[in-house]
């Protein structure tokens, strides 16, 4: 399904930004491939866009939405699930069915496209460490399969050695021998220490080596200062709040605003963890 002049507003967990040109949301892999074989316009991966801040101005291409490109299912003891598949939904199949490692994924408000795209991870765990393998689409249309050897991973980041190519699927292997923790022990630690409810984008800032980004904005003494309708949180630092309809300028000013005062005060470049269209 294609459609025009989209307000990314209504698909960011900011709840603002500006209009897509284009937006197409493809029922399946057939469509989707059969989409770029025809496209000539940039394209934006969506995913669930909750590590997304889309400029006032908005993206003048096509943003792609892969929401029902979310098949999920596990044999012998391999998980295999579409981009569009949420990470909480894979956190609870593979609970119901013994498998261990996955109980991280249940606090990442994201799906496997995204978190693949930037390594997600929480509670000390990361997407990467339990792939076996993805299938990815380049921008003319054609599938192909890879493995982890074929990307450069590390801390919330992912490089490809074959540009223009964009998570489709993947395969994970969780086999821990001992639970993590209980979904519902990890979400109760996740609601106590991050504002959740309200609009937000997560972590704003990639913890910088022996740092806590949070620390270093609290340090600062940023909790609770805004620009506009963007704030601060007062619960966790590390986490910028639309609050009063924050318009996407107002919270690149208050990014940059961070990140011009923890230099000034500690001397630590913050690097942003969302991703700024």
Known sequence: MLDHNQPMGKYCSFRTGGVAQDFFTPKTLN??????????KPILMLGLGSNL??????FDGVVIKLKYLNQLEINDRIVTTG??????KISRLCESQG???AEFLSAIPGNVGGALAMNAGAFGSEIWQFVSSVTTINAQGMVFERIPIDFDISYRQVLANN???YFIAASFKFDQIEKQKNI???LEQRNTSQPIGSANCGSVFKNPKN???AQLIEDSNLKGFCIGGACVSDKHANFIINQNDASAADIEKLILHIQQTVKSKSDIDLETEVVII
Do not use: I
Request: glycine share 8%; no cysteine; hydrophobic share 35%.
């Open 31 to 40: 469509d989707l491939s059969e989409f770029l074989k025809n496209n000539q």
């Open 53 to 58: 801040l889309v400029r006032d101005q908005g």
């Open 83 to 88: 981009a569009g598949t949420t990470l909480a």
């Open 99 to 101: 498998l261990n490692g």
């Open 163 to 165: 540009n223009n190519e």
């Open 184 to 186: 519902k022990a990890l």
């Open 211 to 213: 740092h806590y980004a």
